[in-house]
Nanobody
Framework: QVQLVESGGGSVQAGGSLRLSCAAS????????MGWFRQVPGKEREWVAS???????YYADSVKGRFFISRDNAKNTLYLQMNGLKPEDTAMYYC???????????????????WGQGTQVTVSS
């Protein structure tokens, strides 16, 4: 079973940047979508972005143009570059992996079967 471990979270002021990383303990095949979700207490886990095979990238409207997802298959690592952070981006961020047969990445937590433990991002105004 592949384990996913996130890092890079922290506290920043609005307008700042953070880069999240998600290291996989084993090889995650390129036929798997890898994605980022976020969750605040009392709310459902929210999809942020996904990537398939490095070529197909998908973003939630709320982060489009500010967040950028990438993956380094050689290092088994997923990244999320977050720029122009806003207080409403404050959440626990999770990385996830799930099989895709056609390159389309799901936007529901149920579409992913491997999860990390999360890294906290706090943005102050």
């Amino acid at each position: 079973q592949v384990q996913l471990v996130e890092s890079g979270g922290g506290s920043v002021q609005a307008g700042g940047s953070l880069r999240l990383s998600c290291a996989a303990s084993g090889y995650v095949y390129s036929s798997y979508c890898m994605g980022w979700f976020r969750q605040v207490p009392g709310k459902e886990r929210e999809w942020v972005a996904s990537i398939y095979s490095g070529a197909y990238k998908y973003y939630a409207d709320s982060v489009k143009g500010r967040f950028f997802i990438s993956r380094d298959n050689a290092k088994n690592t997923l990244y999320l570059q977050m720029n122009g952070l806003k207080p409403e981006d404050t959440a626990m961020y999770y990385c996830a992996a799930g099989y895709s047969s056609d390159g389309n990445c799901g936007r529901r937590p149920d579409d992913y079967n491997m999860w990390g433990q999360g890294t906290q991002v706090t943005v102050s105004s």
